[in-house]
């Protein structure tokens, strides 16, 4: 699908905002917007929400033979995925420009900068090494994907943990996650990128443009540093030139913000840490604004009580003698099969006369109080009149079991 | 006949909610009394004496007999005497281009501005946005838009002029905007003079005396969409104690 067309007086006006240094959320020039990350519930599943841009970072591993010319080290992967889902221009499989361009980008500031010890991946030399895959997608695009990109490609590596592995002579024995924790990448140090948006031939720039502001500008300077200020990539696109002392400043701008999302990084995953450590709801559900007009929450409703009693006393009436309150001991009727509670022969109905049968052939003893209580109430369903099915949380338990 | 529905005002129905009509009988003599049919808006659908919700949303009605769902979407839909902003996107021949936002691109003839003749072609770059409604707008042909009304007059239609910022709204939104007595127009006029044009395409163009203004147009447009009605209001009382 095409992207919506740029109008001219929107390209004007963003223009000569950017000229008096107003942008179109209230930012200052080298602000940039609220970040956020999450993790899920696996190792190395993680999402970044920079603004309304988001996405989000899988870490996965398998053992692999390791390349030719180098025995002794593993393999890292790098993808992101443009999604249809992050704009309407993104096509499903297609390789477009911009997706090349991301790839690219990403894999120099993460694999060249040699942030991950790869050496520390090898099991056999020559033979079986860790081939590490970083799946980064694209959820929604309001600009600046790359920034979002790296900090989400980063903190997954950091996240994630790979099975542990034990080399006796020859055996070579991979634990699964039951038997023996598995352990963490060891990260060198954390490469971060920061884009920066030239307009008017490079006399204005902008940090961290967002999806307007992307369209509008001329040229685009990337430089991926870590927070010991050191650079480990630098990319010009758009054709700008650009002089010397403008790309010294954007390095020291870059360096300050970079230190800044380090350091919201590591709080993070110090979090997550602990959150997990106390056995704390850890994931995305956990993670999700409640409070927002989308989320699936609704005002309470009015409900009918008028005859609820009337109805309930004469349900209770109509229906046969109750479940017992307390479990009876399991009887042992044949050896291999155990009962608990007579099951459904107390209540003598036609129509049950198949389930009955059914469920004196079953054997666990656990499941079947449960299923006599789950029937017991769906046959009084049946015998109710009207069921009025609403919204109302005093009426959700009920529901439940009616299911 | 009503009182079914009337009974649902205000309910959030869903779509697959049906309301029976008893229709009447008897056959008048007289050719003056005509059987009341309601009037179905949007998200109500009518197969005989059938009436089927289509769109989950608010019932609402205006009397005496216009019954419509009050739903909430962003993507638009074109539909025919129905005014929008468009973004003019190529010429060529005799007819414009025009992106307004659904899933095909309108066609707006070089002939459908006042005072157009085959000598005197309108001002209109490709790129700048029109203010035109639709002529023929159904899902089996390409919609067309025109910015004359019946009589030939432009009626406030036509190409825009420069300046200004085009938002992306709701139309839900919108609809409250456009409505006779809008809360949220109301408190805008309080706040300081600008020039708003609606669009039921979901698009809203702003233009203030200052940029900063219109800016501040811009977000609290964008942000109304969220916010309830008290909280809107404690938006626009702090905007205006604040200064700017």
């Known amino acids: ?403 | 006949m009503f009182s079914s529905l009337k009974e649902k005002i205000g309910e959030v129905l869903l779509p697959g909610d049906e309301f029976v009509f008893e229709s009447e009988d008897t056959i008048f003599l007289t050719d003056n009394v005509k059987p009341e049919r309601p009037v179905c808006g949007p998200g109500l659908r009518q197969s005989g004496n059938r009436l089927v919700v289509s769109k989950s949303g608010v019932l609402r009605h205006k009397p005496p007999h216009t019954f419509w769902m009050d739903s909430q979407q962003w993507r638009y839909v074109p539909a025919k005497a129905e005014t929008v902003i468009g973004i003019v996107t190529s010429k060529s021949g005799d007819i414009f281009k025009v992106d307004v936002g659904g899933s095909e691109q309108a066609s707006l003839s070089y002939l459908a501005f006042e005072g157009a003749t085959k000598r005197n072609r309108p001002n209109v770059q490709v790129g700048d946005l029109v203010f035109a409604q639709f002529t023929v707008a159904n899902k089996d042909m390409e919609p067309e838009l025109v910015c004359i009304d019946g009589s030939g007059r432009a009626n406030g239609m036509g190409v825009f002029g420069g300046g200004g910022l085009l938002l992306k709204v709701s139309l839900g939104l919108v609809r409250r905007l456009l409505a006779p007595q809008s809360d949220i127009r109301s408190d805008l006029e309080q706040l300081f003079p600008c020039e708003l044009v609606v669009g039921m395409n979901g698009r809203i163009w702003v233009r203030a005396s200052t940029i900063q203004q219109t800016l501040i147009i811009s977000n609290l447009l964008q942000s109304c969409d969220t916010l309830t009605a008290p909280q809107r209001r404690e938006q626009f009382r702090k905007l205006q104690k604040g200064g700017l």
Not at chain 1, 91 to 112: A, D, H, I, M, W
Not at chain 1, 183 to 191: D, N, Q
Not at chain 1, 327 to 354: R, T
């Open chain 1, 1 to 403: 699908m095409k992207e919506t067309p740029l109008s001219n007086c929107e390209r004007d006006f963003l223009l000569r905002a950017i000229e008096e240094k107003k942008r179109l959320d209230g930012r200052q020039t080298y602000d940039y917007r609220k970040l956020k990350i999450t993790f899920g519930t696996d190792y190395g599943c993680c999402f970044v929400d920079l603004g309304q841009t988001r996405v989000m970072a899988q870490v996965s591993c398998e053992l692999v033979a390791p390349k030719e010319n180098r025995p002794t080290e593993g393999i890292l992967f790098f993808n992101i995925e443009l999604s249809p889902m992050a704009s309407p221009s993104f096509e499903q499989g297609r390789q477009s420009e911009l997706s090349v361009k991301l790839n690219r980008q990403l894999e120099r500031c993460l694999r060249n900068s040699k942030c991950i010890d790869t050496e520390s991946l090898c099991v056999v030399s020559g033979e079986k090494v860790w081939q590490v895959r970083v799946d980064v997608h694209t959820l929604n695009n309001d600009g600046n994907l790359m920034d979002a990109a790296s900090v989400a490609a980063i903190t997954a590596l950091c996240h994630f943990r790979r099975p542990d592995v034990a080399i006796q002579g020859e055996e070579v024995t991979v634990f699964s996650p039951e038997e023996r924790d598995p352990i963490p990448l060891s990260v060198y140090h954390m490469p971060i990128s920061v884009s920066f948006a030239f307009f008017q031939q490079g006399t204005f720039l902008l940090v961290d443009p967002c999806e307007r502001e992307e369209r509008v500008m001329d040229g685009l300077l990337m430089i991926a540093m870590n927070k010991h200020r050191e650079i480990c990539s630098i990319q010009s696109s758009g054709g700008i030139m650009l002089l010397k002392d403008q790309v010294m400043r954007c390095s020291k701008i870059a360096s300050v913000k970079v230190s800044e999302i380090t350091e919201l990084i590591s709080q993070a995953l110090l979090n997550d840490k602990a959150a997990r450590k106390a056995g704390g709801k850890c994931g995305f559900a956990e993670s999700m604004p409640q409070d927002r007009i989308t989320a699936l929450k609704m005002d309470q409703t009015d409900v009918e009580m008028t005859n609820v009693s009337q109805t309930g006393s004469g349900v209770i009436l109509q229906g046969d003698e109750a479940p017992p309150p307390t479990v009876p001991s399991p009887v042992v009727p044949v050896p291999g099969v155990g009962q608990v509670g007579q099951g459904l022969q107390s209540w003598g109905l036609e129509e049950e006369e198949e389930d009955d049968d059914d469920e004196e052939e079953e054997s666990s003893g656990d499941d079947q109080v449960e299923e006599v209580t789950q029937i017991k109430l769906s046959e009084k369903d049946k015998k109710e009149a009207v069921v009025e099915i609403s919204d109302s949380e005093e009426e959700e338990v009920e529901v439940d079991k009616l299911n």
